[in-house]
């Protein structure tokens, strides 16, 4: 037996077969150098990257006061990450605090929302700046902040998109999309894909289509599903199929000029136009990656197709660029421009105020108008002073300090340095994604691609946070991690977060080996 696999087992202290281990790990071998085995000590965490930036002291509540404050006071319903939820303090860039002290690398941004940093000062100056101006005066008013910031992000969006409504969340963005395109249409249907985000409230309830976050109370009505194009869990698509850096594992005979699976895709997109809505529709939501659904890419060229087909139903195009937009995909600054399309409705959120309450939908002047036509839309607090102060602020530091094309180098470089995790270890079913905005899909092996236990995910997902790291959940069975940084994250900070997560399944593998 070589040095290098007596040194492998010392560290794992195991009591079990060199065979289970490989099975595991398959990338390791008797014969395997020290260098390829890359710190596999599982007693070392990996070393934090340093921050210039210290906390405040923390003086608040008492965690066991909050959590009581919580339990008592706040909804009842589980949302709250880890076996003992963080009671955060203060954040900086891509950092967070505890009340404890400890830090974190923050790589969920508060649920793909802050895009340019926690605290950004330039954000923070905006902010400061107009609070001691104008706090709030609704829109009846006009303002120079709301003016500003519309000619702003409208000069961000292609032609004929330059009508905008000023929102305050995702959820709200989506609301009002339904009803425009309804109102546009004077048809109901509306289709989404299985897997899809749009929302929580009552309305957006009925595109959302995990089971999660759906309901036996009467919501959403007139909306439909379609099979979800998934490359990696659906039936059809393989290594050649989507628009990333990274491929899935599993092969195709897919051509450059030519993808089977796409086609396939939308021979289902055709059978739902065809069994489960009207002759007419009002309208196709898609987001351009999925976001909850754990980053899910479709085969390149379906969007482009589907969005014909709607059109020649009478429906419009919605692009959910909730977590897709401002720059986060890096090749593009909003998603579905790497689809090659024009919606004719986009809705954002999330990264456009970096975590201040702000959204927005953006259309044309027909459709504007035909909203127009069937209601007085008014908003008391869509088009605030501060969020526009903010929104204004995130979009200059996103040009400034060229956010996107950080998420660009840095989402590269991060997306195949996990892909080599996706070949070393045989749970790790899939890495997927573009730029800042990356899903790391946990199975049982890699030929059933059968999920990951949730409790065997939730042990990693304690495992990383213990080491410093902070990432999200998403998937149909909670069984992927989705990894979605603030955009000024650099490459040694990506170094850490692979390593965390290399040392996780690592602690995983020694667990399911005893």
């Known amino acids: 037996m070589s040095l290098v696999w007596r040194q492998v087992r010392r560290a794992l202290c195991l009591e079990t077969s060199s065979s289970r281990i490989l099975k595991m790990c398959p990338s390791l071998s008797l014969g395997a150098s020290w260098a ?10 990996p070393r934090m990257p340093p921050c210039d930036f ?50 974190y690398l923050d790589f969920f941004s508060g649920i793909v929302t802050v895009s340019v940093g926690h605290c950004h000062p330039k954000v923070n100056a ?20 709301m003016h500003k910031y519309a000619e702003e992000l409208s000069a961000l969006l292609p032609e004929p998109l330059k009508v905008i409504f000023l929102v305050n969340s995702g959820s709200e963005a989506n609301d009002l999309a339904m009803l425009m395109a309804r109102a546009h249409s004077q048809h109901t ?50 290594s050649h199929c989507r628009d990333s850096p990274v491929q899935t594992i599993r092969k195709c005979s897919c051509s450059p000029d030519c993808c089977q699976a796409k086609d396939q895709y939308i021979e289902q997109f055709k059978d739902t136009l065809n069994t489960s809505v009207s002759s007419s529709i009002a309208g196709f939501f898609a987001e351009p990656i999925q976001g909850v659904n754990g980053f899910v890419q479709y085969p390149k060229g379906f969007l482009k197709e589907a969005f014909e087909l709607v059109r020649e139903r009478g429906g419009v195009c919605i692009a959910d660029e909730v977590q897709t937009g401002f720059g986060r995909l890096g090749s593009h600054f909003w998603g579905f421009q790497t689809h090659d399309v024009l919606p004719d409705i986009v809705t954002m959120a999330k990264g456009i105020g970096n975590g201040f309450p702000m959204a927005a939908v953006v ?66 079913g899939d890495v997927r994604g573009k730029g800042l905005l990356i899903g790391v899909e946990m ?72």
């Open 36 to 45: 390829s085995v890359n710190k596999f000590d599982l007693h070392t965490k």
């Open 54 to 103: 210290s906390p405040e002291r923390y003086q608040s509540l008492a965690y066991e006061h909050a959590l009581e404050i919580h339990r008592q006071h706040l909804s009842p319903v589980a949302t709250a990450y880890f076996q003992k939820p963080l009671l955060l303090h203060q954040g900086h860039m891509e950092w967070l605090f505890d009340s404890e002290g400890n830090r």
């Open 126 to 145: 905006a902010a400061q700046k107009q609070l001691g101006c104008l706090w709030h005066t609704s829109s009846v008013f006009f303002h120079p902040p």
């Open 189 to 238: 249907d509306i289709i989404s894909f299985r897997g899809a985000y749009h929302g929580c409230s009552p309305y957006t309830l009925g595109l959302t289509n995990i089971r999660t976050f759906k309901t036996k109370l009467l919501t959403g009505m007139g909306c439909q599903s379609t099979m979800c194009p998934d490359v990696f869990r659906g039936p059809w698509g393989g």
């Open 363 to 428: 259309t044309t002047q027909e459709i504007a108008k035909s909203l127009a036509k069937c209601l007085l839309h008014f908003n008391t607090f869509g088009g605030n002073p501060i969020a526009c102060a903010i929104g204004s602020a995130v979009l200059e530091v996103i040009k400034e300090e060229k956010t996107q094309e950080n998420s660009q180098e840095v989402g590269t470089y991060m997306l195949q340095k996990l892909a080599k995790l996706r070949d070393e270890f045989d749970i790790v």
């Open 443 to 514: 199975v049982q092996d890699k030929m059933s691609c059968q999920p990951l236990s949730c409790e065997e995910v939730n042990q990693i997902h304690e495992d990383c946070k213990d080491m410093g790291l902070l990432v999200g959940r998403g998937g149909i069975f909670s069984q992927t991690f989705r990894i979605a940084p603030p955009m000024c994250i650099t490459k040694p900070e990506a170094d850490f977060a692979v390593e965390v997560f290399r040392s996780a399944l690592i602690q995983h593998m020694e667990r399911k080996a005893k």
